[in-house]
C-alpha cells in the first residue's frame, strides 16, 4: 500500500483515485469507470478494486459492474458487453465525420434515452398546450435558461441526438398556437409553418432556434 498525493491509500498495481479518508465516505452508488489495454488487465483491476472495496467494508454492484469492449473501427472483435451509461450519455460504437471528411466509427458518447426520457417528462410538465394566457416570449423568459443548460450539457458530444427532443418541444409549441389563435385550431401543418415564420424573423427567442437551428420550417 502507498499513499496517493491526496493522501489516500491505494494499492501499487490499482490507479484509481477516490476518497477514503477517515472522514470521507463514498457515496452509496458511486460508479468508478477504468479503462484498460486489454481484457485480462481488466478483470485484475476488477479484483484488485473489489478487494479493496472489500476492506472498505463496501461492495461492486453484482449487476452493474461490467466490462465494456469499447467497439470502433480499429476494434471490431465480438463481445457480450459494447456500451454503458455514465453521467446521462451513453457511450457505445457510433458513425461520425474526421476531419477530413471521412466517414468511421468510433466509440463515441451522446445523450442517453434515459436521459431523453427524463427530459421530455420535464417538458410535458410545463403543459404549453394548456398555457393559452401566456405568449411566445413569456415561454422565452420562463424556460430558455433550462434549455441552454440542456444544451451546454448534453451538446458537447454528438449534439445530433439532442434534435428528436426538441422535435418534441416544436411539437407542443406548434399545439399551443393551434389553441392560442383561432383560426389555427385544427390546422396543425398552417400552424407550424407560422411558428417558422417566427423563428425566422426571431431566431433568438428560443435557445433551440438559436444554437442548434432547430427551427420549425416556415412554408409559405
Same mark, same amino acid.
Given at each position: 500500500?502507498?499513499?496517493?498525493?491526496? $493522501? @489516500?491509500?491505494? @494499492?501499487?498495481?490499482?490507479?484509481v483515485?477516490f476518497?477514503?479518508?477517515?472522514r470521507?465516505?463514498?457515496?452509496?452508488?458511486?460508479?468508478?469507470v477504468?479503462?484498460?489495454? +486489454?481484457?485480462s488487465?481488466?478483470?485484475?483491476?476488477w479484483?484488485?478494486?473489489?478487494?479493496?472495496l472489500?476492506e472498505?467494508?463496501?461492495?461492486?454492484?453484482?449487476?452493474?459492474?461490467?466490462?465494456?469492449y469499447?467497439?470502433?473501427?480499429? !476494434? !471490431?472483435r465480438?463481445?457480450?458487453? *459494447?456500451?454503458?451509461?455514465?453521467?446521462?450519455?451513453?457511450?457505445?460504437?457510433r458513425?461520425?465525420?474526421?476531419k477530413?471528411?471521412?466517414?468511421?466509427?468510433?466509440?463515441?458518447?451522446?445523450? +442517453?434515452?434515459?436521459?431523453?426520457?427524463s427530459?421530455?417528462?420535464?417538458m $410535458? @410538465?410545463w403543459?404549453?398546450h394548456?398555457?393559452?394566457?401566456? +405568449?411566445?416570449?413569456?415561454? @422565452?423568459k420562463?424556460?430558455?435558461?433550462?434549455? $441552454?443548460?440542456?444544451?451546454?450539457? *448534453?451538446?458537447?458530444?454528438?449534439?445530433?441526438?439532442?434534435?428528436?427532443?426538441?422535435?418534441?418541444?416544436?411539437?407542443m409549441?406548434?399545439k399551443?398556437?393551434?389553441?392560442?389563435? $383561432?383560426?389555427?385550431?385544427?390546422?396543425q401543418?398552417?400552424?407550424?409553418?407560422?411558428?417558422?415564420?417566427?423563428?425566422?424573423?426571431q431566431?433568438?427567442l428560443?435557445?433551440?432556434?438559436?444554437?442548434?437551428?432547430? !427551427?420549425?420550417?416556415?412554408?409559405?
Amino acid at each position: 500500500m502507498h499513499r496517493l498525493d491526496n $493522501r @489516500s491509500r491505494m @494499492s501499487g498495481d490499482v490507479h484509481v483515485r477516490f476518497c477514503e479518508s477517515p472522514r470521507g465516505k463514498l457515496p452509496w452508488a458511486t460508479r468508478l469507470v477504468c479503462h484498460c489495454s +486489454s481484457e485480462s488487465q481488466a478483470k485484475t483491476l476488477w479484483s484488485a478494486i473489489e478487494r479493496r472495496l472489500l476492506e472498505c467494508r463496501l461492495e461492486l454492484h453484482p449487476e452493474k459492474t461490467k466490462i465494456i469492449y469499447c467497439k470502433e473501427d480499429n !476494434r !471490431r472483435r465480438s463481445y457480450p458487453n *459494447y456500451t454503458f451509461d455514465f453521467l446521462g450519455y451513453t457511450f457505445r460504437p457510433r458513425v461520425a465525420v474526421s476531419k477530413m471528411g471521412k466517414f468511421f466509427v468510433g466509440f463515441l458518447p451522446a445523450m +442517453s434515452n434515459k436521459a431523453i426520457k427524463s427530459i421530455c417528462d420535464e417538458m $410535458r @410538465s410545463w403543459r404549453i398546450h394548456n398555457r393559452t394566457d401566456k +405568449s411566445l416570449e413569456d415561454f @422565452s423568459k420562463m424556460f430558455n435558461p433550462i434549455l $441552454r443548460g440542456w444544451i451546454n450539457y *448534453y451538446a458537447k458530444f454528438y449534439k445530433s441526438e439532442m434534435y428528436k427532443v426538441f422535435h418534441i418541444l416544436n411539437r407542443m409549441i406548434t399545439k399551443w398556437v393551434m389553441r392560442k389563435f $383561432r383560426n389555427f385550431r385544427g390546422r396543425q401543418r398552417k400552424a407550424t409553418h407560422w411558428l417558422g415564420r417566427v423563428a425566422l424573423r426571431q431566431p433568438q427567442l428560443f435557445a433551440h432556434w438559436q444554437i442548434l437551428g432547430m !427551427r420549425p420550417p416556415a412554408g409559405q
